[in-house]
C-alpha cells in the first residue's frame, strides 16, 4: 500500500527489546483539508534508518504494509490492533521547498535588431 503526506514528526529510534528496534513516522493526510488526518507508521530493526534523512514539513510517499493481531488480556477479553509498517519512503518535496521550480523570466527578442549577423 501507499500514501502521500506531510511529515508531522519523526521519533528516534527505540530499543525495544534486546533483538527488535522501531521507530514512529506521523504523517499529516489531507484527504479533506477541513478535517486532517495523523497516521502513526512504524519502522523495524534496518527500516528504521529509512527516516534518517526525513524531516518535519517534507512531503513524502510512504510505501507500508497493513498488519493486524489479535491480543488477549487477562480477563480473557480479546482485543484486534492494526499497525502500518512502512518499507519505503520517497521524498517529494523537502520543507520550504517550493512546490513549482523556479526558472529565470523569459528574453524579451522583440528588442533585438532585425539583422543577422551570425557567422553561418
Partial sequence: MEIKGKVHEVAPT???TES??????????I?????????KFEAIQDRCNLLDNVKVG???EVFFNLKGRPWTDKTGK???????????????????????????????????????????
Avoid: C, H
Avoid at 31 to 39: D, G, I, S, T, W
Fill in 20 to 29: 527488535l528496534k522501531k521507530r514512529e513516522l506521523i504523517l499529516e493526510y
Fill in 78 to 120: 480479546k482485543s484486534y490492533f492494526n499497525s502500518m509498517q512502512l518499507w519505503k519512503v520517497n521524498v517529494l518535496a523537502g520543507a520550504g521547498a517550493s512546490a513549482t521550480p523556479e526558472y529565470a523570466p523569459p528574453a524579451d527578442i522583440s528588442s533585438t535588431p532585425d539583422e543577422d549577423d551570425l557567422p553561418f
Fill in 31 to 39: 484527504e479533506n483539508p477541513q478535517y486532517p488526518e495523523y497516521l
Fill in 14 to 16: 527505540v530499543q525495544v
Fill in 58 to 60: 517534507d512531503d513524502i
